[in-house]
């Protein structure tokens, strides 16, 4: 794997644009803590046990990361079948939550990915998130039909988001140089390192100060992508 992006970006051969979804195209952050509260609440009346739940920081620390490796690290004290448990009714209450309008889909999402559709990009998924949880934001704001695959984590063939970008790389015969992973957080740097694709880092995403020094472009807003693909 290398550990630097070195090579430009040429626009001329780039094919494939590999979106992830959280702090890339939309942000939970507003929702996500009365998300995990209310699940917990479900799962106390179920169980009627203690847990103490995570704070937003702490949640938002996790965003970005394989769905049981955030619920390891938020809830490392309690069993694996409570985990899932758990975990399932973030997702349920989550995607109600969006199919009802709530959650912030950044500024010129829509009128990027139609143009970039336009253009002829294939246009996919690349995200840690679940695929309902994927899906539910695509349909609700309307980019459903813009995307030509969602592939998520399967923790068997596919175990990291690099695996996702190799999954594609195959799929569609590319190499990486003919791809863009498009992202926020550390994990999508590493997973355009592992399949070695180029980096496009959105810097209004939930990155830490810091968290993210090396990358082939950086982005300041969505529409950026238009001024140079």
Do not use: W
């Not at 494939?16 to 995990?36: H, K, N, Q, R, V």
């Not at 984590?153 to 799929?171: N, P, R, V």
């Not at 498009?182 to 209004?204: C, E, K, M, N, P």
């Amino acid at each position: 794997m290398n550990q630097s992006f070195t090579k430009k970006i040429d626009t001329n051969t780039t094919k494939l644009l590999a979106f992830d979804i959280d702090g890339t195209l939309f942000s939970s952050e507003e929702i996500i803590l009365p998300t995990y509260q209310e699940a917990i609440e479900k799962f106390l009346l179920s169980k009627h046990s203690k847990i103490i739940p995570p704070s937003k920081d702490e949640i938002i620390e996790q965003i970005g990361k394989p769905v049981k490796t955030i619920f390891q690290n938020l809830f490392p004290n309690i069993q694996e079948k409570d985990r899932d448990t758990i975990s399932q009714f973030v997702l349920e209450i989550l995607c109600k939550k969006i199919e009802n309008g709530e959650g912030i889909l950044y500024e010129s999402v829509r009128e990027t990915i139609y143009q970039l559709f336009q253009k002829q990009y294939t246009i996919v998924t690349a995200s840690n998130g679940r695929k309902p949880y994927i899906e539910t934001i695509l349909k609700t704001h309307g980019l459903n039909n813009y995307f030509q695959d969602i592939v998520t984590l399967d923790y068997h063939t596919i175990k990291t988001k690099g695996d996702i970008l190799d999954f594609y790389k195959k799929q569609y015969n590319l190499d990486g140089s003919q791809i863009l992973m498009i992202g926020d957080r550390s994990s999508d740097r590493d997973a355009a390192l592992q399949a070695d694709t180029h980096f496009v880092f959105t810097s209004f995403g939930h990155a830490s100060k810091n968290e993210i020094s090396n990358f082939s472009k950086q982005i300041d807003s969505i529409g950026e992508l238009l001024d140079f693909l």
